[in-house]
Nanobody, 124 residues
Framework: QERLVESGGGLVQAGGSLRLSCAAS????????MGWFRQAPGKEREFLAT????????YYADSVKGRFTISRDNAKNTVYLQMNSLKPEDTAVYYC?????????????????WGQGTQVTVSS
């Protein structure tokens, strides 16, 4: 059974950094595009970043561009989200997702598998 499991969330002060990991199991996702999304309380889930299957093409939402970096290690079946200069408004549950298309995807409906999420809380 395919699974995506996020880890690395937690509580951090504003200006700090966290690195989220998303470990895939049950199948290889090396040919899948991967993405990160987040959902804050009372808000809709929003797109953050996507990476193509080879890892050489990425795309970011304006809200995180220059602060967050998505990367992947296909040998480990893992995708990462390095988050720097965190702000209180970054507080949310963060989700990773996998899309059968190898090319980066921005829309939630284009993703086929989702993790359960990891909580990130940024204190002011």
């Amino acid at each position: 059974q395919e699974r995506l499991v996020e880890s690395g969330g937690g509580l951090v002060q504003a200006g700090g950094s966290l690195r989220l990991s998303c470990a895939a199991s049950g199948r290889t996702f090396s040919t899948y595009a991967m993405g990160w999304f987040r959902q804050a309380p009372g808000k809709e889930r929003e797109f953050l970043a996507t990476i193509n299957w080879t890892g050489d093409s990425t795309y970011y939402a304006d809200s995180v561009k220059g602060r967050f970096t998505i990367s992947r290690d296909n040998a480990k079946n893992t995708v990462y989200l390095q988050m720097n200069s965190l702000k209180p408004e970054d507080t949310a549950v963060y989700y990773c997702a996998a899309a059968r298309s190898g090319f980066g995807r921005l829309m939630q409906r284009e993703y086929d598998y989702w993790g359960q999420g990891t909580q990130v809380t940024v204190s002011s």
